[in-house]
């Protein structure tokens, strides 16, 4: 198959997966914009309206332990390994339709198209239901329960309004005690599969509709303190002043110098100064710092750098500084079989080369991976490549492109699955 011979049912089939796409972008918390977390009311009508989607494309649909809906369809035997598709279908504040929720509607068409009893696996659909964290700040909590990877301190965290997840689980109508059951075994497992959206502009730059992952962005991220003495504006001369914004201003431009020398992303989102009065100098700055690279070693070779710049920026100015890290997760590589199959997959819909891109952002796919290896494939997005916004697009013809892609991509892993076992 080729874009040429693209069938009518495939873009009749990318329709149904942007109309449903605007589904989910209506069921928001907010008024006049997208933002769906965690075990909400927004959250059960979205699960509720996948399910239906599932059932409908013919999969065994159930609600795990953690909230995620899963869909199956079995192979050419009973209780075989499962190969999994998937994504997310929480949302950032503020957010676009298609972060998450393409990669779900697509694995559900994939699914829909695929006969029971015929491939040698079950294939498994997954909606994950807690991705971003914008809730409870428990940034993939939906795939590390699948992956048997939770983390009991989690059960604290508290919303905006003091909910706990324990609460909110509950009021979900779900069973903390019962969480480990939505935990996977390897040996029930062939691989997992996620289509998303690029989130960046290198498809759109280079004129393609759809890329292989080579891997997934390792991060790290760090709350830094940089502390002088406050004083009065007017009554403290320069030679003087110790002032903390001064010199975490000339660190955040280091910060990104290094980064661009090393090509490695490194970002300060957040600075605050205190004690925050326009009259006085700034005694204490705290900022945050968000490391990403597609090597750990180029990540931590930055980190390294950036450590030295503080230690020489805080000393000319008297200042001290300080870091506690906040966030780790080393670089994920995506399996070369997997990889494979992927790049086949997309030879097959556009005829192209496809280009292999590397993830700047986080997946579910990251947590997955402690349990199965990981493939992904990326889907253009227009207006170079804008996301968590709503101003995120991606084409029907590119959904179409992808859906082609998807599920040749499928029987590309069942080939070379067959051929191994
Ligand atoms: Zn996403």
């Given at each position: ?5 693209q ?5 009749q ?5 942007m109309?449903r796409a ?8 907010t ?13 059960r009508?979205?699960a509720?309206?996948v ?9 065994a ?5 953690a ?15 499962a ?7 929480d ?7 298609y972060?998450?929720p ?11 198209r695929?006969?029971p009893?015929?491939?040698p696996?079950?294939?498994?659909v997954v ?10 700040g ?9 992956a048997?990877?939770?983390?009991d301190?989690w059960?604290?965290?508290t919303d ?6 324990r609460?909110a ?5 779900l ?14 497992l ?6 998303h959206i690029?989130?960046?502009p290198f498809?759109?730059q ?6 292989v ?18 004083g009065?504006?007017?009554g ?19 910060i ?5 020398e090393?090509?490695v ?14 009259n006085?100098i ?8 968000d490391?990403?690279a ?14 030295e710049?503080a ?8 200042l001290?500084?300080s870091?506690?890290e ?10 070369d ?11 097959a ?6 280009l ?8 579910d796919?990251?947590a997955?991976a402690g349990?199965a ?13 804008v996301?968590?916004?709503p101003?995120?697009t ?18 590309a ?7 191994r076992?």
């Amino acid at each position: 198959m080729n874009g040429a011979s693209q069938s009518a049912e495939t873009a009749q089939a990318a329709r149904r997966i942007m109309a449903r796409a605007d589904a989910l972008g209506a069921i928001s918390e907010t008024p006049g914009a997208l933002t769906r977390t965690h075990l909400t009311e927004e959250h059960r009508r979205a699960a509720k309206l996948v399910a239906g989607w599932m059932h409908e494309a013919g999969l065994a649909v159930w609600t795990d332990a953690a909230g995620n809906v899963c869909g199956r369809i079995e192979g050419a035997g009973p209780e075989l390994p499962a190969l999994l598709l998937g994504s997310h279908i929480d949302t950032v504040p503020d957010a676009g339709r298609y972060d998450g929720p393409l990669g779900v509607l697509l694995a559900i068409e994939v699914a829909a198209r695929a006969a029971p009893g015929v491939l040698p696996f079950a294939l498994e659909v997954v909606a994950f239901g807690d991705e971003e964290g914008t809730r409870f700040g428990t940034a993939l909590s939906g795939s590390r329960a699948l992956a048997g990877s939770w983390d009991d301190a989690w059960w604290d965290c508290t919303d905006a309004s003091g909910i706990s997840l324990r609460t909110a689980f509950e009021r979900f109508g779900l069973d903390p005690r019962r969480l480990p059951d939505a935990a996977r075994e390897p040996k029930d497992l062939v691989a997992y599969l996620e289509a998303h959206i690029e989130q960046g502009p290198f498809l759109e730059q280079a004129g393609q509709p759809l890329a292989v992952v080579s891997s997934i962005a390792g991060a790290r991220r760090f709350a830094l303190t940089v502390t002088g003495r406050a004083g009065h504006a007017g009554g403290t001369p320069y030679e003087l002043r110790r002032d903390a914004l001064v010199g975490a201003s000339e660190l955040v431009v280091e910060i990104e110098r290094i980064g661009q020398e090393l090509d490695v992303i490194a970002t300060v989102g957040r600075m605050h100064a205190y004690p925050g009065g326009v009259n006085v100098i700034p005694g204490r700055v705290e900022l945050s710092l968000d490391l990403r690279a597609e090597f750990d070693a180029d990540r931590d070779d930055a980190w390294g750098r950036i450590q030295e710049a503080a230690d020489q920026i805080t000393a000319l100015r008297d200042l001290e500084w300080s870091a506690q890290e906040t966030y780790r997760a080393d670089a994920v590589q995506c399996a070369d079989w997997l990889q494979q199959a992927v790049e086949e997959g997309i030879r097959a819909a556009c005829g192209d080369d496809p280009l292999t891109l590397w993830s700047r952002a986080g997946h579910d796919a990251m947590a997955v991976a402690g349990v199965a290896e990981v493939g992904m494939l990326f889907v253009r997005c227009g207006n170079q490549g804008v996301s968590h916004s709503p101003d995120e697009t991606v084409s029907t013809g590119d959904v179409a492109l992808a859906l082609d892609a998807f599920t040749a991509a499928v029987r590309a892993v069942a080939e070379r699955y067959a051929a191994r076992s």
